[in-house]
């Protein structure tokens, strides 16, 4: 398949031929409480392509805002009512009693998943499929598909197994809550210089509740150019998570002491520093996997404290990160046997 998009997504690579031209969805949705509609949305997951001259051209062109965020506009429902149309381009390669529509729900948070399924006849087909709020949240995917089946029809090139498919389109998303915070997601970072007395720092982590900010010296230009660097693979990668993996631990063990100094002695607990306190232990603890009175104990003894700099570390994978940057930069010929 070679889309046309306007945004970067990830799908799934078919080990056998898939159609060239996405599966085309037109979405109505309807939120209701009881039996009284509260909200309604629509939207495709393409948008049509005009040529230079004459009629438009077959789309190819998806629409990545199709994305419809409950949340976001303080909406109460208990289901959700849907109503959409599959159809894809060039319909007439497609025997209609071999292949059938399909649209199909899932939300990775609850492990739900529903399908519908419509006919092929005309090269388009209506689907309806309810979903209720007590089975999902965070987000719902919905994924128009065209699937086989009658394997004895199958297409020429494509796979001839039943419930095969053979095209699919880029997917429609319902938001249905906010999004869950990342640990350590949200913290400000800001590049400043240390001055000469401080200029081999490489970090400064100022805790002011409610607000978090951690200073990087930009002093050195090629370690600003490292950890700003985007690149997924490669020596650079291998570089720049290896730095933030040692940076996040140093952070991690001072936010860690901070909150655990602030659940012992706080007097007030309603005020910014405990409930950036508790945040911090929130996050700590399901990152760590160890519950969050026992990152206050830590503090109590050297022990404790060492066992928590190791947690954090695996947590981490410190020592995945640097392994690998010492395995991508060093050869055997420059000294080292590896």
């Known amino acids: 398949m070679s889309w046309l998009k306007d945004a970067l997504e990830r799908r799934t690579v078919w080990p056998y031929q898939l159609a060239a031209e996405p599966v085309k969805l037109e979405i109505a949705a309807t939120a209701l409480t009881g039996k009284t509609e509260v909200a309604a949305w629509k939207a495709s997951n393409w948008r049509g392509r005009r040529g ?6 077959p789309s190819k062109v998806v629409d990545a805002s199709a994305r419809w965020d409950l949340f976001t506009e ?3 429902w208990d289901r959700l009512q849907l109503r959409c149309t599959a159809s894809i381009d060039g319909a007439e ?3 209609a ?4 529509f399909g ?18 006849n005309t090269g388009a087909a209506e689907m309806v499929l309810t979903i209720q709020r007590n089975d999902v949240s965070g987000q719902i995917l919905l994924l128009p598909v065209l699937v086989l089946i009658n394997p004895r029809r199958a297409p020429a090139g494509f796979p001839d197994v039943a419930g095969a ?14 999004p869950a915070e990342r640990p350590g997601g949200g ?10 007395q401080f200029r081999d720092s490489l970090f400064e982590l100022a805790i002011a509740p409610p607000e978090i900010l951690l200073r990087l010296n930009n002093e050195h230009s090629a370690l600003k150019a490292i950890v700003e660097d985007l690149s997924k693979t490669g020596n650079r990668a291998r570089i720049r998570n290896a730095i933030f993996a040692l940076i996040a631990c140093d952070v991690w063990f001072q936010l860690a002491e901070f909150a655990a100094h602030e659940m012992i002695s706080i007097e007030e607990p309603e005020d910014a520093t405990s409930e950036l306190a508790v945040k911090i232990l929130k996050s700590l603890s399901k990152m760590i996997r160890i519950p969050h009175q026992e990152i206050v104990q830590s503090y109590d003894d050297p022990a404790g404290r060492a066992m928590l700099s190791v947690r954090i570390q695996h947590a981490l994978k410190s020592g995945t990160y640097q392994n690998a940057l010492i395995t991508g930069s060093v050869s055997d010929e420059e000294g080292f046997a590896l």
């Open 97 to 100: 009693s071999a292949v059938s």
């Open 103 to 120: 649209l199909v729900a899932l939300c990775k948070n609850t492990r739900y998943r529903s399908a519908a399924r419509g006919s092929f």
């Open 165 to 178: 498919r053979l095209a699919t389109g880029f997917p429609v998303t319902i938001f249905t809550d906010a």
């Open 74 to 76: 303080n909406i109460v």
């Open 187 to 196: 913290i400000e970072i800001q590049w400043r210089n240390f001055g000469p």
């Open 93 to 95: 390669r497609f025997p």
């Open 52 to 57: 230079k001259a004459g009629p438009p051209e």
